[in-house]
């Protein structure tokens, strides 16, 4: 009895923490019940707001610490906050070397990753840093452009770095070093992968073919690595014909299958591992192509953006898993992240609404609406304890959900 109440005690506490990018197995899929969604005609109350610098980088939460990413001024900034109140608990620094010669904000875009009692933030110029959580000292740092001689991309660097099997791995995006595991204690290379270039999109942890893998969406397309060797247990190439293109959105798995979507004309694949190799079930850019945002799904089916942020085309869809069939859409619904929570789905907007809805495969049903944010609105969000953190481009707010 005593092992099965601390077991439940130690998920009970995890349900609360939303340490990494899109939570807990970065699938954006909440334990937290018993929200108020009965909300006031001006929207649920915002606890408190900060003064945001530049950057899409989301906050993370773990315990009584949340970390928020951003840049102010010359200097990019991890900065250790009261998740009740906001107050500052410690803050780290340093030079922000990243220069956009696109005229969008010159990052942080990867959203920090908590682990062991570390915090690992991966800057837009590759400064990989790990930080002490619970006073902010730097325990080590890289740079992963001089140490690998990655690209930049378009954008900056933005893979949310992830901790799997002991390892923290990053799509570095170096030649040799498409991939690359590191030692968290340390900061040492333990092992490097393939020469795909880097995307913008973030890795998650899943069990595929009865093994647990890394999933990669890289510029090239799907890579399933095993986190213990660097061995490369899957791929399959997806990426946009035009150049000019992101791959952005993180690779969804269930049941076995991947779910891989892209925009730009190229659009979604599910795929079945097959023996050594992947079988495609479906695939095409008429059901879920994601620019950027990761749908969620749940049960048997997605709900997502579809279109892209650049063409004001952006749709909200229920689209069914097994098959890609396009369940309902709302038009220009705008882009949006979306978190399944007790029982239902919560939707942040770019245009910076909080968006109530139901998790309704036959129509789409809105449950509540709040203007919280400005726009745009692109960083993922965190929900923890019953509050939800979110961003825009001025502001990080708490808002509180019970």
């Known amino acids: 009895m005593p092992r099965l109440f601390l077991a439940l005690l130690a998920v009970s506490l995890l349900a609360a923490d939303w340490p990494q990018f899109h939570g807990p197995n970065r699938d954006n899929q909440s334990a937290e019940t018993g929200l108020n969604w009965n909300w ?16 899409w980088a989301g906050p993370v939460v773990a315990g009584e610490r949340l970390v928020f990413f951003h840049r102010l001024d010359s200097e990019e900034v991890v900065a250790c906050l009261d998740p009740a109140t906001g107050k500052e608990k410690w803050k780290f620094t340093y030079r922000a070397r990243y220069r956009d010669d696109f005229g969008f904000d010159e990052g942080p875009r990867a959203t920090p990753c908590i682990a062991g009692g570390t915090v690992f933030t991966l800057g837009a110029n590759g400064d990989l840093h790990a930080l002490e959580l619970a006073t902010g000292k730097k325990l080590w740092a890289r740079n992963l452009i001089a140490d690998y001689e990655a690209g930049k991309g378009f954008f900056g660097i933005a893979c949310s770095p992830m901790v799997a099997k002991g390892k923290l791995l990053v799509n570095v995006g170096g030649k040799g070093a498409g991939i690359v595991a590191f030692d968290p204690a340390t900061g040492k290379e333990l092992w490097k992968a393939n020469n795909d270039a880097a995307s913008y999109s973030s890795p998650s942890l899943a069990e595929v073919g009865g093994k647990t893998l ?52 190229a659009g979604a694949i599910l795929l079945r591992p097959k ?51 396009v369940k309902w859409s709302q038009p220009r619904f705008g882009s949006t992240t979306i978190i399944a929570v007790d029982g239902g789905l919560l939707g942040v907007t770019e245009s910076g609404d909080v968006v109530r809805f139901e998790a309704n495969a036959e129509k789409y049903v809105e449950k509540g609406r709040a203007a919280i944010l400005g726009s745009p609105t692109r960083a993922a969000p965190a929900l923890a304890d019953g509050r939800l953190f979110a961003r825009d481009g001025k502001r990080l707010v708490c808002v509180k959900l019970k």
């Open 40 to 55: 006031p005609k001006d929207g649920p109350p915002v606890l408190w707001t900060l003064d945001a610098g530049q950057g």
């Open 214 to 265: 890394a999933l990669f969406l890289t510029r090239e397309g799907l890579v399933a690595i095993d986190p213990d060797s660097g061995k490369t247990i899957h791929s399959h190439p997806w990426r946009p014909r035009l150049n000019e293109s992101v791959n952005a959105a993180t690779p969804l798995a269930w049941k076995g299958d991947v779910f891989i979507s892209v925009s730009y004309g």
């Open 275 to 325: 023996g050594d190799a992947l079988e495609e079930l479906w695939s095409g850019d008429k059901s879920m192509s994601c620019q950027f945002n990761t749908p969620v799904r749940v049960g048997d089916h997605l709900y997502g953006s579809h279109g892209r942020v650049d063409a004001k085309n952006v749709d909200l869809r229920c689209v069914e898993w097994k098959t890609g069939a």
